[in-house]
Each structure stands twice: as structure tokens, then as C-alpha cells.
Nanobody, 124 residues
Framework: QVQLVESGGGLVQAGGSLRLSCAASGRTLDFYRMGWFRQAAGKEREFVAAIRWRASNTYYADSVKGRFTISRDNAKNTVYLQMNSLKPEDTAVYYC?????????????????WGQGTQVTVAS
């Protein structure tokens, strides 16, 4: 059984920074790629960033490119999302997810396991 637990969300002023963490447990050896998605109130879930579990490939949504950085620590089975220059439009529940085989990194349906989400609120 795989568990993903996000942490690090909170309230921050516009222009500020937060770092989200996603701790994975269980069969992490099966992971192919990890992703971060977000869902704002009344909107659909959208792709934010992704990283290969055993390679350096990273992917970002255009809306966060240059402001967010995804990274991982395999020894700790943890994926991070460093968020800088935050904007009110970044306000959402952020979810991490694990993909088990090759697929489109931006498609939420390609991810097998999901965390419970962590709220990020950016005040203007």
C-alpha cells in the first residue's frame, strides 16, 4: 500500500514563499514519476509540476515556470515543491501524486496514488 502525505501549506502574503513536502511510504520502488497538482475553489484540478523518480527530468506548467521548483530526495522518499513569488492566483489545495509507468505527466488520470492535499492561501 502506498501513502502520500503532503505538508507545508499555509497562509502567505503575495510575493512570499512556501515549500511543500510530500512524504511517500510503501512501494516507492514502483514509482516512475511524481507530480504536483492544484485545485482552486470552483475550478478543475490542474497540473503544476512533475519529476522523474529516478532521473533528473522536470516539467512545469507555464503559469509557475520560473517561480516554482520541484525536487526530490529519494533517500527520504520525499518530493518538494519550492514556491517563490507567490500570487493570489496560486491559492488552491495542492496535491502530490505518484505515477507508476510512462504517461503524460500533465494528465491527472495517469497518476495512480494521491495525497490528501494541503491548502495554500496567498493574500494580496
Amino acid at each position: 500500500q502506498v501513502q502520500l502525505v503532503e505538508s507545508g501549506g499555509g497562509l502567505v502574503q503575495a510575493g512570499g514563499s512556501l515549500r511543500l513536502s510530500c512524504a511517500a511510504s510503501g512501494r516507492t520502488l514502483d514509482f516512475y514519476r511524481m507530480g504536483w497538482f492544484r485545485q482552486a475553489a470552483g475550478k478543475e484540478r490542474e497540473f503544476v509540476a512533475a519529476i522523474r523518480w529516478r532521473a533528473s527530468n522536470t516539467y512545469y506548467a507555464d503559469s509557475v515556470k520560473g517561480r516554482f521548483t520541484i525536487s526530490r530526495d529519494n533517500a527520504k522518499n520525499t518530493v518538494y515543491l519550492q514556491m517563490n513569488s507567490l500570487k493570489p492566483e496560486d491559492t488552491a489545495v495542492y496535491y502530490c501524486a505518484a505515477m507508476l509507468s510512462f504517461g503524460n505527466y500533465y494528465e491527472s488520470t495517469e497518476y495512480r496514488y494521491w495525497g490528501q492535499g494541503t491548502q495554500v492561501t496567498v493574500a494580496s
